[in-house]
Structures are given as C-alpha cells and as structure tokens.
C-alpha cells in the first residue's frame, strides 16, 4: 500500500496554498487545575490561566480571520463524563482565544478541558 504525504496544496490553478479544509487548524488537551498544561495539541504555542476557569489558547500560527469555529468540553477526573463548557464569556481572535467555563454557580477549574478549532489560517 502507498501513502501520498504532503504539507501544504494549492488549487490547480495557482493562488494560494492552504492547509487541507475541513481539518481542525488548532486543538488542545489540557489540565486545567493547579498549574494548567496541555498533555497534547496542534497549533497552539502556550496556554494561560487568567484565574478560576478563565483561559487563553494562544495559537502558533493565527487564523486568517476572528470567523471560525470552535468546540470546547471539559470533565473531572479519569474517564469523567465530558460535559459541553458553558462559555460565559468568549474574546475570539486570530491570534488567541480566551473563554470563561462557567456554570450558573460560577466559574470552576476542571481536570480535563478540551477546545478544538476550524477555520483558515493566515
């Protein structure tokens, strides 16, 4: 069996290259208690903890435009049940991405927080 490997590839006709669509551009897997860490990610060069349940994914390469989309879950603990974030604020930028999980008691850190990305990089 062969496998076609490549980078990056244009439209037949020239014009600019791009990333494969439909491929998440940015994701992350991190630990968002105590010291916050990503145990695995694409495209995203630091994480920040802004306080109790605010982050900020900073991207390694930005995205073209503020216009795309994302997912974000969270659990506690081991096999925890993934549950959707409940996004009470959201700052969107092609460089960054900064979301509050909160719940209607307010803002909690979770063992397990995930976000995923899709849009066209810069």
């Known amino acids: 069996m062969s496998t076609i490997r490549c980078d990056n ?20 897997n991190f630990n968002g208690t105590g010291t916050i860490a990503a145990r695995d990610s694409e495209n ?11 982050y900020t994914v ?14 974000c879950s969270c659990a ?3 096999g925890g049940n993934s549950i959707p974030s409940s996004l009470s604020t959201a700052t969107i930028l ?12 307010g803002a909690v850190d979770r063992d397990t927080f995930t976000s995923i990305f899709h849009g066209d990089l810069a």
């Open 9 to 28: 590839f244009g439209p037949s006709a020239g014009g600019t290259t791009y990333s494969a669509r439909g491929i998440a551009k940015a994701w992350v």
């Open 44 to 54: 995203v060069s630091s994480l920040t903890d802004n306080g109790t349940g605010n």
């Open 58 to 71: 900073n991207f390694s390469n930005a995205f073209g435009a503020g216009d795309y989309a994302f997912a």
């Open 76 to 78: 506690n603990g081991v």
């Open 94 to 105: 092609t460089s960054s991405f900064q979301m509050i999980d909160a719940r209607p008691t």
